[in-house]
């Protein structure tokens, strides 16, 4: 199986053609395979500027010659591995056609750049993803519970009164790796680094005061908040780089589909095979499907 | 003071246990109370004013190896995510697996690099460009007029027509639809690039497979962006499957452009003993010019991922207890089993050792590189955490089977769908998220390499360090200030010094706690022979060495039936100053660290447990992460 992954599919395709070829001429009388190939100049062209587009120089003539002997003899293997019809019903091939299919409806849909009506409306319609998040800075003490074990509770409980009554900091809790202080740190960062329920409970601590706990992966915190600033609403100044290229997606997947949805209107589908009793894997998209589209 | 808790690195060797605890200096104070974000450690809030960072406070995370749908390979495997689904997922936003299931990681990536297979190039991009060269065709000329008036189709369907007539213009006579899918891809980069928030790295694999499939594949990641991506088409392996190409191509790509490459490469477990071969790819001696070439454009190997961990082998290391991990040691990629003596030349531990003998005789060390891990999917699901694993390609995402669907299978040899590794993350040392702090910082080699949980592990090494700067107060600061961090070499060694080394790590916020930190030392002796010792220099709790050196486990926690664990052994965090205490400064030798969790569910555990299965007895539920960091080197003066 991941003997296809072996990427460069094509020369596995081209020996697998090649064999297929050789047999096929064991058996079966020749084909109308056009057999006439014309190296012109204008081929010639072409393969001295592929060679010039990958090694930044142009071919040396026994380079060049080199390149038009593979040139002929690809040619010559790819005809008549066409002619068998190898290029039918193979995966790769298929994915191959189908992902320059997207990119030409793609980039056919994507010209007209989006007027600011468009992107103000698409990032009020979105307004959650481009909020800039709370930021908060704080002080944090910390209780890893193994070392506390049994008097974890008691230990904290001292601390707490500690600090609320103005011992240092520094003095207080476990000696830790993690930063003693933090200074305006957005809380999708807060949450990145301690946990989402971490950064949820300091969205809610009270300015000014020692407070806890506060648990987070690392342990039991004392945490004070020394002051918060609210998320907000960006400008479409503010985050335009981000709603244009989120629009664009948006379009190129509508457009992707509305092109689909085009083509499908004028194929007839028939979905002949008894569904309910196929070996369908879990999680089939096929498992959804079973109608017959007109 | 009295009741600061200490967390006790305990020492091997010559040294005295440091500790934290009772030991919050007067400095320590100052520092904590008159914060400044360029004092704080390794996770530094960012401060509103901010100033030059004099060395990088934090670690970014990120995965340099994702293939999308628009790898051939992986489109065939039922991709469909292509690049902007791919970058849209690591950057925490919730996508659509291919099989429809919604996918979103724990917590966003910091950076990715996208690499698909290098691929063809073609022409459509620049008849809508304009090319003159093309315009002189009167047809080309009329497609390019429809493609600017956003007839891309129409122009496509002519072209097929015309392909088929045998009438395309001459120019165009490459294949059926020329066009550029690596402008395309480059162009979706820049969009999600944004530097300080997320980087989206321009890149590519080339994928050789050599000699039937010898695993010789390399990521090629860029520092710059479209502008000099676009001015040369990618490598492929049509163009050439050996190496050394490659490393002219890299140069010649630097000397046109102006710009800078790197390439990473992995998977030697799968190369059949041909990715660190003592000879070159033709089968020529190593030269000086060889391993220049290697070491300019290598400085980095991807050391874990998916197919299997790369660092050692039991064979290599039989002293290692913990060198059998997640191996994938049967065959090279096409299956083609291995033979005796392969094994020698596919292993990071072993080929660092080759590196400082091959010098002593070619001037140059080869194999001087850092280590990464990354996923290598196919599925454009950067996924590394066992909870939340989604496979190799599309056709091993999620379901109850896929543990057992063969993913390498010849007559000699099968590779099942446990065998995956849900593996693994680079984490980088930069001073900033951009591409070219962090591109710089792989070029360093200021990275390391974990198999999925996010440690933040430090490494340092120099002559001076004393026990006040391994407390994790001062650890970073006098870290930079005395010595190298991880990537970097030392020599010189004062009369009667050993190296000195300290080192920390903080547990995954999300993850197990920490076993133990360990150093791997690996030399050459006088005799010419590779050597390796592994020191515990930190572990958890009060366990004691035993007669024979070795330390005892630290236990499981772990329920399989229910996928479950808990922290209440290890530590969450490590830290620990060590001195080499069989140093001799005649031998070259490098030093890494290693960093071990507690045992936690591997990826099959959820699986089971997810889809109410059993799997075979021999599937492994158990796993032990950990973390490599890249090596300081010694080199005697």
């Known amino acids: 199986m991941l003997r296809k992954l072996i990427t460069e599919p094509l020369v596995h395709f081209l020996l697998l053609g090649l064999g297929l070829f050789l047999l096929y001429q064991l058996v079966a009388p020749a084909s109308a395979v056009d057999r006439k190939i014309v190296v012109s100049d204008a081929t010639v062209a072409m393969l ?14 026994d380079e060049l010659r ?27 091939i298929q994915r191959r056609v189908l992902q320059k299919l997207d990119v030409l409806t793609e980039e056919s849909s994507s010209l007209s750049a989006p007027t600011d009506a468009e992107l ?21 003490v910390l209780f890893d519970p193994i070392r506390h074990g049994a008097k974890l509770e008691a230990d904290f409980n001292a601390a707490l009164t500690q600090l609320n009554a103005g011992t240092d900091p520094a003095t207080v809790g476990d000696s830790t790796l993690l930063p003693a202080r933090a200074v305006s740190m957005p809380l999708d960062q807060v949450a990145r680094d301690y946990g989402d329920d971490f950064a949820a409970a300091l969205e809610n601590l009270p300015v000014g005061s020692w407070q806890g706990p506060v648990r987070s992966g690392f342990g039991v915190h004392i945490v004070r908040i020394e002051s918060k600033s609210a998320g907000e609403a960006p400008t479409l100044a503010a985050v335009r780089a981000a709603v244009e290229r989120d629009w664009e997606n948006a379009r190129r997947i509508e457009g992707r589909e509305a092109y689909y949805q085009g083509l ?3 194929y007839e589908i028939r979905i002949e095979a008894d569904l309910s009793a196929a070996a369908l894997p ?6 959804n499907t079973s109608q017959v589209r007109q | 003071m009295a009741n600061k808790q200490q967390f006790c690195p305990l020492l ?7 500790l934290a605890a009772c030991s919050k200096t007067p400095e320590a104070e100052k520092t904590s109370s008159n914060d400044t974000a360029a004092q704080a450690p390794s996770l530094a809030a960012e401060s509103a004013t901010p100033a030059p960072k004099a060395y990088p406070e934090r670690v970014f995370w990120g995965d340099q190896h994702v293939h999308t749908g628009w790898s051939v390979d992986a489109g065939a495997f039922g991709a469909t995510l292509g690049p902007e689904e791919a970058l849209r997922f690591a950057r925490g936003e919730e996508v659509q697996s291919s099989h429809g299931v919604p996918a979103k990681l724990s917590r966003p990536l910091d950076w990715v690099a996208i690499t698909d297979h290098s691929d063809a190039a073609g022409t459509i991009f620049e008849i809508r460009d304009g090319n003159p060269a093309l315009m002189a065709d009167p047809q080309i000329k009329t497609w390019h007029e429809m493609l600017v008036a956003g007839k891309g189709l129409e122009v496509a369907s002519e072209m097929i027509v015309a392909q088929s007539n045998n009438r395309i213009p001459a120019p165009l006579k490459d294949p059926v639809l020329a066009m550029s899918i690596w402008q395309k891809n480059t162009a979706i980069m820049e969009k999600y690039n944004e530097p300080g928030k997320f980087t989206a790295f321009i890149g590519y694999e080339w994928t050789s497979n050599a000699g039937g499939g010898n695993n010789l594949h390399r990521n090629v990641i860029y520092r710059d962006g479209k502008d000099l991506a676009d001015q040369v088409v990618p490598m492929t392996t049509f163009d050439s499957e050996n190496p050394e190409d490659l490393w002219k191509w890299l140069a010649d790509w630097e000397a046109k452009t102006g710009g800078s490459l790197l390439a990473i490469p992995h998977n030697g477990n799968l190369s059949n003993g041909t990715m660190f071969a003592l000879q070159t790819f033709s089968g020529e001696p190593l030269t000086p010019a060889w391993a220049e070439a290697r070491a300019r454009w290598e400085p980095v190997y991807e050391v874990t991922q998916i197919k299997g961990d790369g660092e050692t082998h039991p064979s290599l290391s039989p002293n290692d207890e913990f060198a059998n991990f997640e191996r994938w040691d049967a065959a090279n990629l096409a299956g083609v089993p291995k033979q005796a003596g392969m094994l020698e030349q596919e292993y990071a531990r072993r080929a660092l050792q080759d590196g400082l003998k091959l010098e002593k005789t070619l001037g140059v060390n080869p194999f001087k590189f850092g280590m990464v891990g990354s996923t290598d999917t196919h599925t454009g699901l950067t996924t590394a955490d066992e909870d939340n694993f989604f496979g190799k390609h599309s056709a091993v995402e999620p379901s109850a089977e896929r543990w057992e669907h063969p993913v390498i299978q010849t007559p000699q040899v099968n590779v099942t769908g446990w065998q995956m590794s849900a593996s693994g993350y680079a984490g980088v040392w930069a001073v900033d998220n951009t591409r070219e702090a962090l591109w710089d910082a792989l070029k360093r080699k200021e990275v390391y390499a974990t198999t999925g949980p996010r440690m933040t592990v430090r490494f340092f090494g120099g002559w001076e360090y004393s026990d006040a700067d391994a407390e994790p107060q001062n650890l970073v600061a006098a870290g930079y200030a005395k010595g190298v961090p991880m990537g970097g070499d030392i020599s010189a060694a004062p009369a009667g010094a050993a190296p000195v080394f300290v080192t920390s790590a903080l547990k995954d916020a999300l993850g197990g706690n920490l076993d133990r930190i360990q150093i791997v030392k690996g030399w050459v002796d006088a005799a010419g022979n590779l050597q390796e010792k592994i020191y515990d220099v930190a572990w958890s709790g009060d366990r004691k060495p035993g007669a024979d050196g070795n330390l005892p486990a630290v236990g499981n926690t772990v329920d399989v039936a229910n996928a479950t664990w808990t922290n209440s ?14 140093f001799d400064p005649a031998l070259p030798a490098f030093y890494y660290a290693r960093v071990i969790e507690i045992p936690t569910p591997r990826w099959t555990a959820y699986d089971q447990k997810r889809f109410g299965i059993k799997m075979a007895d021999n599937v492994p539920m158990i796993i032990t992460e950990r973390a490599y960091t890249s090596p300081i080197w010694y080199t005697p003066k």
Request: aromatic share 10%; charged share 25%; net charge negative.
């Open chain 1, 48 to 61: 001295a500027q592929r060679y010039e587009s990958v090694w930044m120089r142009p071919p040396t003539p």
């Open chain 1, 66 to 92: 080199a390149l038009i002997d593979t040139h002929i003899r690809e040619e010559i293997l790819y005809r008549e591995g066409v002619a068998l019809g190898l290029d039918r019903n193979d995966p790769v």
């Open chain 1, 120 to 140: 103000d409306a698409y990032l009020q319609a979105n307004a959650e993803r481009y909020a800039l998040p709370p930021t908060l800075s704080f002080e944090q």
């Open chain 1, 264 to 266: 499908l209107k004028d």
């Open chain 1, 282 to 287: 879990q999680n089939s998209a096929v498992a």
């Open chain 2, 12 to 18: 091997f060797g010559v040294m005295a246990c440091f």
């Open chain 2, 569 to 582: 052994i290890g530590e969450s965090q490590l830290a620990a100053i060590w001195k080499d205490p069989d």
